[in-house]
Structures are given as structure tokens and as C-alpha cells.
């Protein structure tokens, strides 16, 4: 009897051995490396964004890794994994829904590029707790009550919202005196009519402006003089130019030059990133481009000491972009609340990404200059910049703080 | 039961019960997806692969069903187990809203047409500000909102629709309205003349197929959650329906569900395990799988595999040619000038453009008789048979059947009417069976399928062709398809048979056998007008000669006298001939 009871406890030292052995095998395993997800476009139309992503995610990671990992948890490696959302919301999903099945271990993920895959994806995501960084703009991506998902940038009516009054104050700034009248030329595409409903509604009499030129034409434009025109016999203090493809831009802004009213002679403001793209020096003339302002959710600023310099080292990129910077910043946030959570698990993560309150590391590469998310998950600095093509090169030109050179703007 | 219909719900239940298997949940959305695109590729086969009206935008209906669903829960809160089959209403409307303009086009045009209608959607939708849509998250009535914790409900859901779809699409099939739409994509001119209502099948279709893409769509919409212009009206959704459907094989049941179950996945398991690695290559590969299948099956693997199958089924040997028509049915019939004229044409004309192809003809149609029209080419035979049957509309006069004008009703009508009529080039449905083809003429007057049937059988047995009813029409002798046409003409009960150049082209032996037929359906009764431009045959056949040339009535008269006139002689031989021998 004896025997057979010390057989057993015997055996049952062992399985507690091997169990300890292997919780701590687990447990090691896991403190190695920390996966973290990039869900984007990296095929079909936006591939082109999607690999701008992958880019700036692989280089941030790189540089935390080579800094020591992640420290609260032994010095553990950040690993990218990364899926195709494709061309389509039910590719994206898909490819969520994979994320979610084929990665448990993933601790949060950023993406998904375009608004509408943003949403199809987060409601994937959101099922499974895995918390999602995005940029996307979208409203509706932080007003379905969702605990899982965190919105980086200004959302869609905030800059829409917000675009006219920043102008105003840094035109004021830039030339010692406010603007009266304002042109409108602008394409009849879903983005540039919700950009200027806002603006049409309330803001131009709030703001006390004039509209004189108020031009729509369905994109594709066969012939640009006409509107150009306009604009030159009107001859607003600024002008809004909404187009959304690059060959409408093109030939606005190279009849613009003809008629004289290119190179910052009259201050021509954009939306969006589209009209600040390095693709734009291959189609035409940079010359032209010389103080074409945009608005948009983010750009390199001045807060990011010597990030210019080295992304154009590392990387094929001549600048980084709104995508770059942002997704750049995202791995940085997935490391500050890495650290803080001490543990690759999402729930963790999940919470240090909701006490987050960052004023550097991470937040540097927002702008506003934190990174502290609301109830619903909107960064509750999130706002907008202004960046103007000077001398071959978009730069950040306001708010003051985060401007890396003065507006090019008529005195 | 039939046997399909155990195969396609045991086929359903394989399905549902593989489905339950599976517990990874990215295969689970694969496999919810798969049945969706089968019901959307059956929507698109219904109309385009039964009818041959290819349409490029189906999505329209796709994208109605998905955005009724978003938006009836985010607005009225309707659960989707209501909105789905609402959806299906609102693309049966918009699939009859389409169709009444667009059924005006034919062919390439049609197609086109088609494609524009989910564009204008998608700008539609957009203006409307419905870029992006969420179906709102309800984890407070999940069951009500077909919002399952387990997504294998989605799979059987759709799985289920799918089995429903591929149901109905076999019951169209087999019945009086898959018949008159595959006779549609055949040859439409021909269906009509037959009897075939053809806009009515037309817009049947379309109104049914738009409302299993609605459904599609609203299901689609509760699995992905998500609903944007681009994804639900894009380019893709109509092209992945189509590219389903001619994958498997169009105007088939099992084809588009087969199409969906392999490219489907396909697309998937590519886009999953090389897109990382060569970004763009899944679309390649996918591409070229197509293009592979296009060169190896172009009409689909479904209908690769019945050739297949036909191949091999065809050891025994063909059955000999058509029996002859019994000589004693051709028994005299009793003459007489006075019988009364039942079917008549009064000063009818039609030009094109500057040529008068028809000019003030007068004519009248005895009951009982049979009336030859001859004249040279060119006299204008063809084109006064297409004023009486209606495939024109005469510029001037009247065809009046019975005291009554029918002058300008369309084919079908006329043929309903009791004026049945074959064609000069032969007209069967190449693709139908011998049987199907008789069939289109038979329902006419006898909806059912089992009873156009049996009339189907007793119009082929009529002519001799009783024992070849289950061959395809496609590949037949010149004298089978002449006796085809007859018999879908007579399968629909006419009183006068409009035959044109029945004869033509038939050896001298095959030209004395449908004498004989002609004369024994004469005898029965029917009455028969016969287009012909060789006199010799036709002078042992008509009762009365009306000779046309150059678009106008020049004699009209027994077969003895008018072989004498003078002008006939002009006409058909030249003055040279007459003088030569006079």
C-alpha cells in the first residue's frame, strides 16, 4: 500500500514538473515575441497605401526592437503580422475574419485603410476583443459603441468642421490680414461634397466670407479653362480646390499656372492627402506645385526630431505621408501600452490603450501631441494640419507648434 | 419526389451538416459566402442563362436587396428575418421596373443597358450619403437580429436559401416558362411565331431573378455587417455572379452553385496564401483559372460533363430515318370553289425605305384550301407572310381573320389566334430537343407540361418524326428540320399553316413525301397557304395559285390556267421563253 501510494505521489511530482515545465516553456515562447497585426490593402487598387504601411510598421518595429523590445516584459520583440484586405469590404472582412482565426495570438492590429473596410473589419475584431488603432476617418468607426476600436485621427465631420476656421487663422497669421472672399471649385465625389456641406451651411457667414466662385464638375475634367477663368475674373483672397483624381488636379493646377495664378500667387487650399502624394512629382511639373496647401489628419511635424531624414534613408520613400507618420505612430502606442499592460494579452492591452495618456514617445508623431482616447475611442487631441508643397516638398506649414517652416502666402 | 429534388436537398444537407463541422471561423465566413454567390449566380442564370438576355447588372438588384435590409434596421428597426424577404420584393419590383424599358433592347445593347443601372445606384447612393452603412450591433435581441454568437446559423441559413433557389430554379425548367426562355435565347423571332408571349416570360424572369438577388443581397448585408455603394452595386458583384454562372454552366441548376463552390474558395484560399507573398498574384492565378476553364468547357463545366456523359451514352445506333406519312391519310379531300374565305388580305403594302416590297396585295384564304404563292426571288413572298404573321406591320391595309383586322398584333397573338407558320431557312431551337421544340408550340393551348406533351407527341407522330422526339434539334437533315417546324406549327392547333419554302432544297423522293403530308393535314381539315418559287411541285399540290412579282398580286387562279397566263410566263421565264415557244 505504501509503495503504491508513494508510486503515485511520485507520479504526480512528475506531471507537476512537466506541467511547470511546460507553463514555463509557454510563458518564455511568449516573451519572445508579441504579435501585433497590420490589416490593409496590399493588393488591388490601394495596394500601393497598403505597402506605404507595411513600410512604416516594419521600420517602427525595427527601431523598438533594436531599442530593447518591449521591457516590461523581458525585453520581448514586437512581430508584424501582416493580411490583405484586398479591394473589396467582403475581401477585407474576410481577411479579419482570418486575422481573428488564424492569429490568436495577436495582441491589437492597425489598419484597414479605407473607411469602409475600417468598419467591416472592426466589426470582426470587435467580437473578438482584439483592439484595433485606425486613422480611418469615418464617424461611424467610434459611433457604434464599440470598446475595442481607437480612432487616431479627426474624424470626418471634425475635419470638415474644422478645416475653414484653421485656414482663416493661419492665412490672418501668415499675411496680417483676414481673408474676405473665398472660390469653390471642387468635383461632385461623395468626399469633396460632405468637405464642403459645412462650409456652404454656416461656416462662410459665421467666418464673415464671400463666396464668388462657386464651380462643381464631374470628375473626369475634359477642359479646365473655363472654371479657371472664373476664377481669375473673380479673383477670391482664397481659393478651395476639390478634385480627387490626380489627373483633375493636374490639369487644374497647370491652367491655373498659365493664367498666373499658380506658385502661391493665389492661395489654393486642398483636402486630403491625395494632392500631396510623392506620385505627384512623376505626373507633373513640381514647379507647378509650389504652394498648394492641404488639410489633412496628419503629417511629419516638428516634433519628430530627424524622422524625415531617416525614413528617406531606410525606405524607398522620398517623405513619409499621413499613412506613414500614422502608422509609424501606431506601433509606438502598441509599445507604450505594451509596456504598461506587462503581458501579451488583449484584454490588457485593451485596457492600457483606455488609461493611455501619453504626451511623448508615441504622441509625438500626432498631432495635438498626445495620445489620451475618449469613451469612444476618438483621441481627444486628434486635430488638423496644414501642409504646403514648398520647393518640391509638402510641408507641415500650421499649427505654429507643429509647423516645420513658414506659409508661403501673398503679403 | 423527383429525383433532383432529393439530390439538391440532400446536397443542401451535406452542405449544412459539413458546415456544422467546422468550427474555425474564417472557414465558417467562407463557407456562409459560398451559398450567397451560388443564390446570386442562380438570380443571374435564371433571367440571362434560360433567356440568353445577358445582363452586366445584376448587382442593381444585389445592392436594392443589401440597402433595404441596412437601411429598414437602422431606420425602422425591422429585424432582418422581415427585411430579407422584404428585400426580395423590392428587387422583384426593381427587376420589373428595369425590364420593361430594357426588354425594348436586344443583345449586346441589352447587356449594356444593363450595366449602367448599378451605376447610376451606386451614384444614387452616394448622393444620398449612404457611403458607409452599418447594420447597428443588437447583443440585446441577437436572435431577433440575426445576430448569432455561432456563426454556423449564417452557413445553414444560407445554405437553405440556397437549396430554395436551386429548387425553383428546376421547377422554371421543367415547366412551360423555363421552355418559352430557353426558345427565347434559341431564337426569338421563332419562339414567337410559335406562340411564345415572349416579353411576358421576359419580364417573369427578371422579376424572379431580381428578387433572388434582393434576397442574396439582404443576406449578404447581415453577414458582412457593412454596406457601401462599391460593394454591393460595384462591378464585381455583377461580373462574380455572371463568372459563377458560366463557370458551372449557364441555364442549368447545379451550374452557378458549382461555379460558387469552387471559385468562391478559390479566390479566397489564393488571396490567403499568396497575397502576402506576391501581392496581385491571386488575381493572376484566379484569371487564368478562368481563361483555362473558358478554353476547355465555354459553355461550362455542367454542360461539358452531359456532353461527356452523351458520348458515352451514345453506343446504340441512331434510329432509322422518319417513317413516311401513311398514303391513306392523304385521301382526297372534297373541292369546291365556294367554300367561304376565312382568312384574307386587303390592299396591304410595306416598303423599306425607297423599295416597295410589298404593294396593294389582295388575297383571299378559303377554308380548307390550299392556296400556293408563287413568284421569282425578290417578289416579295417572305415579306407578305411576315405582314399576315405579324413580324411586321404593314404601312397600309388590313389582314382581317374571320371579318376581324389583326393588321399590327404581334406574333404570338396572330399565333394564338390559329395562323401557325414555319420559316424559309428553318427555325428549331438547336439546343432543345425535338420534343421541347414541339412542346413550345403545344402550350400554346395547353399550359400544363404533362398535356403539351402528349400534343407535343402527337404533332411529331403527325409528320413522321415520333420516334427521334428525345434527339437534339441541333444536327438534324435538311427534310427533319423542315418537319420540325411543321409539327411545332401544328402542335399549336392552327386553322391555317403558313409554310414558306418548305420544299426548298429537299431531293425529289423527300419533295413527293411532304406532299403527301401536306395534303393529309389539308384533308384534316387545316387550311394551308405555301410559299414556293418552283411551280413544278406545287401544280400537283395547290388548289389555287396567287402569283406575286415584283411586290404585287400579277395572277391569281387554278394551277391549269395560271401555268398558261401569259404574264406568269413573263415573269417566272422571260418574253423570250414565251415566244420561243408559242
Given at each position: 500500500m505504501m509503495q503504491?501510494?508513494?508510486?503515485?505521489?511520485?507520479?504526480?511530482?512528475a506531471l507537476l514538473g512537466a506541467a511547470l515545465a511546460l507553463f514555463a516553456h509557454t510563458v518564455l515562447a511568449q516573451s519572445k515575441t508579441v504579435e501585433v497585426g497590420l490589416i490593409a490593402p496590399m493588393s488591388g487598387p490601394w495596394a500601393r497605401q497598403g505597402q506605404v504601411m507595411k513600410t512604416a510598421a516594419d521600420l517602427a518595429i525595427a527601431t523598438i526592437n533594436a531599442q530593447g523590445g518591449i521591457k516590461s516584459m523581458g525585453g520581448a520583440k514586437l512581430k508584424l503580422v501582416v493580411f490583405d484586405a484586398g479591394e473589396s469590404v467582403e475581401k477585407a472582412k474576410n481577411a479579419a475574419q482570418r486575422m481573428v482565426a488564424e492569429s490568436p495570438n495577436l495582441v491589437a492590429a492597425t489598419g484597414a485603410y479605407l473607411s469602409s473596410f475600417t468598419l467591416a473589419v472592426t466589426e470582426v475584431t470587435e467580437r473578438a476583443a482584439l483592439p484595433v488603432v485606425t486613422?480611418?476617418?469615418?464617424?461611424?468607426?467610434?459611433?457604434?459603441?464599440?470598446?475595442?476600436?481607437?480612432?487616431?485621427?479627426?474624424?470626418?465631420?471634425?475635419?470638415?468642421?474644422?478645416?475653414?476656421?484653421?485656414?482663416?487663422?493661419?492665412?490672418?497669421?501668415?499675411?496680417?490680414?483676414?481673408?474676405?472672399?473665398?472660390?469653390?471649385?471642387?468635383?461632385?465625389?461623395a468626399a469633396s461634397v460632405a468637405f464642403v456641406k459645412p462650409i456652404k451651411d454656416h461656416q462662410l457667414s459665421k467666418l464673415g466670407l464671400e463666396l464668388v466662385v462657386d464651380e462643381v464638375f464631374t470628375p473626369p475634367l475634359a477642359n479646365a479653362t473655363p472654371l479657371i477663368q472664373r476664377v481669375r475674373s473673380k479673383r477670391p483672397d482664397i481659393l478651395l480646390l476639390l478634385p480627387t483624381a490626380i489627373s483633375d488636379a493636374k490639369l487644374l493646377l497647370e491652367k491655373m499656372n498659365e493664367f498666373g495664378l499658380g506658385r502661391g500667387r493665389l492661395p489654393t487650399i486642398s483636402n486630403g492627402a491625395a494632392i500631396l502624394d510623392p506620385d505627384l512629382r512623376n505626373n507633373m511639373n513640381v514647379a507647378q506645385l509650389e504652394g498648394v496647401m492641404s488639410?489633412?489628419?496628419?503629417?511629419?511635424?516638428?516634433?519628430?526630431?530627424?524622422?524625415v531624414e531617416e525614413v528617406r534613408q531606410k525606405t524607398k520613400e522620398p517623405w513619409p505621408t499621413q499613412h506613414f507618420v500614422t502608422t509609424y505612430g501606431d506601433m509606438w502606442i502598441f509599445k507604450a501600452a505594451l509596456e504598461a499592460a506587462g503581458k501579451a494579452d488583449r484584454a490588457a492591452v485593451a485596457k492600457a490603450l483606455r488609461s493611455m495618456n501619453l504626451t511623448d514617445g508615441a504622441a509625438q508623431f500626432f498631432p495635438g501631441g498626445s495620445v489620451k482616447f475618449d469613451a469612444a475611442g476618438r483621441r481627444e487631441a486628434a486635430g488638423l494640419l496644414i501642409v504646403q508643397w514648398q520647393k518640391g516638398v509638402p510641408v507641415t506649414v500650421y499649427p505654429g507648434k507643429d509647423a516645420v517652416a513658414q506659409p508661403i502666402w501673398p503679403r | 419526389m423527383r429525383r433532383e429534388t432529393v439530390l439538391i436537398i440532400g446536397f443542401g444537407l451535406a452542405y449544412a451538416a459539413f458546415a456544422a463541422l467546422v468550427t474555425h471561423s474564417y472557414y465558417q465566413l467562407i463557407l456562409t459566402v459560398v451559398p450567397i454567390w451560388a443564390v446570386m449566380g442562380l438570380a443571374w442564370n435564371l433571367l440571362s442563362g434560360y433567356s440568353g438576355f445577358v445582363s452586366f447588372g445584376h448587382a442593381a438588384f444585389f445592392g436594392l436587396g443589401a440597402y433595404f435590409v441596412a437601411l429598414a434596421q437602422i431606420g425602422w428597426n425591422l429585424s432582418p428575418w422581415l427585411g430579407i424577404p422584404a428585400a426580395g420584393v423590392v428587387g422583384a419590383l426593381a427587376g420589373l421596373i428595369v425590364?420593361?424599358?430594357?426588354?425594348?433592347?436586344?443583345?449586346?445593347?441589352?447587356?449594356?443597358?444593363?450595366?449602367?443601372?448599378?451605376?447610376?445606384?451606386?451614384?444614387?447612393?452616394?448622393?444620398?450619403?449612404?457611403?458607409?452603412?452599418?447594420?447597428?450591433?443588437?447583443?440585446?435581441?441577437?436572435?431577433?437580429?440575426?445576430?448569432?454568437?455561432?456563426?454556423?446559423?449564417?452557413?445553414?441559413?444560407?445554405?437553405?436559401?440556397?437549396?430554395?433557389?436551386?429548387?425553383?430554379?428546376?421547377?422554371?425548367?421543367?415547366?412551360?416558362?423555363?421552355?418559352?426562355?430557353?426558345?427565347?435565347?434559341?431564337?426569338?423571332?421563332?419562339?414567337?411565331?410559335?406562340?411564345?408571349?415572349?416579353l411576358h416570360w421576359k419580364l417573369l424572369a427578371i422579376t424572379l431573378s431580381g428578387a433572388m438577388a434582393g434576397v442574396a443581397g439582404g443576406l449578404y448585408a447581415v453577414v458582412l455587417l457593412v454596406v457601401t455603394p462599391p460593394a454591393v452595386f460595384g462591378m464585381l458583384v455583377s461580373a462574380q455572379a455572371l463568372i459563377v454562372a458560366m463557370f458551372g454552366g449557364a441555364a442549368t441548376v447545379w451550374g452557378p452553385v458549382l461555379g460558387a463552390l469552387v471559385l468562391v474558395p478559390l479566390s479566397e484560399f489564393l488571396h490567403a496564401q499568396l497575397a502576402d507573398k506576391i501581392p496581385g498574384i491571386q488575381g493572376v492565378v484566379y484569371g487564368l483559372a478562368i481563361i483555362a476553364v473558358i478554353l476547355l468547357a465555354p459553355e461550362g463545366v455542367v454542360w461539358k460533363w452531359r456532353a461527356y456523359r452523351r458520348k458515352r451514352a451514345r453506343a446504340a445506333p441512331a434510329p432509322a430515318a422518319a417513317s413516311p406519312v401513311s398514303p391513306a391519310a392523304a385521301a382526297q379531300r372534297a373541292s369546291g370553289p365556294e367554300r367561304p374565305v376565312i382568312f384574307e388580305a386587303r390592299q396591304l403594302s410595306k416598303s423599306f425605305g425607297g423599295l416597295k416590297a410589298v404593294r396593294d396585295v389582295t388575297l383571299q384564304v378559303r377554308q380548307g384550301e390550299i392556296l400556293g404563292i408563287i413568284g421569282p426571288n425578290g417578289a416579295g413572298k417572305t415579306t407578305l407572310f411576315n405582314l399576315l404573321n405579324g413580324f411586321l406591320r404593314p404601312d397600309g391595309g388590313e389582314v382581317v381573320l374571320d371579318g376581324r383586322s389583326i393588321a399590327g398584333s404581334a406574333p404570338d397573338r396572330v399565333c394564338a389566334a390559329g395562323i401557325g407558320r414555319t420559316f424559309q431557312v428553318a427555325r428549331p431551337f438547336r439546343r432543345m430537343s425535338m420534343l421541347d421544340n414541339v412542346m413550345i408550340g403545344a402550350f400554346l393551348h395547353e399550359p400544363s407540361a404533362a398535356a403539351a406533351r402528349a400534343v407535343a407527341l402527337d404533332a411529331l407522330a403527325q409528320v413522321g418524326l415520333a420516334e427521334h422526339a428525345q434527339r437534339l434539334a441541333d444536327g438534324l437533315t435538311n427534310k427533319q428540320l423542315?418537319?420540325?417546324?411543321?409539327?411545332?406549327?401544328?402542335?399549336?392547333?392552327?386553322?391555317?399553316?403558313?409554310?414558306?419554302?418548305?420544299?426548298?432544297?429537299?431531293?425529289?423522293?423527300?419533295?413527293?413525301?411532304?406532299?403527301?403530308?401536306?395534303?393529309?393535314?389539308?384533308?384534316?381539315?387545316?387550311?394551308?397557304?405555301?410559299?414556293?418559287?418552283?411551280m413544278q411541285a406545287m401544280v400537283r399540290l395547290v388548289d389555287r395559285f396567287v402569283v406575286l412579282d415584283d411586290g404585287a398580286v400579277l395572277a391569281e387562279g387554278e394551277p391549269a390556267r395560271i401555268t398558261q397566263d401569259p404574264a406568269v410566263i413573263d415573269a417566272y421565264l422571260g418574253r423570250k421563253w414565251r415566244m420561243a415557244n408559242a
Open positions: 503504491t501510494a508513494r508510486a503515485k505521489a511520485g507520479l504526480g511530482r486613422f480611418s476617418y469615418s464617424d461611424l468607426i467610434t459611433e457604434r459603441g464599440f470598446k475595442y476600436v481607437f480612432q487616431t485621427s479627426a474624424t470626418g465631420d471634425q475635419q470638415a468642421e474644422g478645416s475653414l476656421p484653421a485656414l482663416m487663422e493661419m492665412a490672418t497669421q501668415a499675411s496680417g490680414k483676414r481673408p474676405k472672399t473665398v472660390g469653390i471649385v471642387m468635383d461632385n465625389t488639410v489633412v489628419a496628419n503629417w511629419p511635424t516638428a516634433s519628430q526630431k530627424g524622422f | 425590364g420593361i424599358p430594357t426588354f425594348r433592347l436586344r443583345g449586346h445593347y441589352f447587356a449594356l443597358a444593363m450595366l449602367a443601372y448599378p451605376l447610376a445606384l451606386m451614384y444614387v447612393f452616394e448622393w444620398l450619403g449612404y457611403q458607409e452603412l452599418t447594420l447597428p450591433m443588437r447583443r440585446d435581441a441577437a436572435l431577433q437580429f440575426m445576430q448569432f454568437e455561432d456563426h454556423r446559423i449564417y452557413t445553414w441559413l444560407a445554405a437553405g436559401l440556397m437549396v430554395l433557389a436551386m429548387l425553383l430554379t428546376g421547377r422554371v425548367e421543367r415547366s412551360r416558362f423555363g421552355l418559352s426562355l430557353i426558345a427565347i435565347k434559341e431564337d426569338e423571332a421563332a419562339a414567337e411565331a410559335a406562340g411564345v408571349r415572349t423542315r418537319l420540325l417546324e411543321i409539327a411545332r406549327a401544328l402542335a399549336g392547333k392552327p386553322r391555317i399553316l403558313l409554310l414558306d419554302e418548305t420544299m426548298a432544297g429537299l431531293t425529289g423522293a423527300e419533295v413527293e413525301e411532304l406532299i403527301t403530308l401536306i395534303r393529309a393535314l389539308a384533308a384534316s381539315g387545316l387550311t394551308i397557304v405555301i410559299i414556293e418559287h418552283t
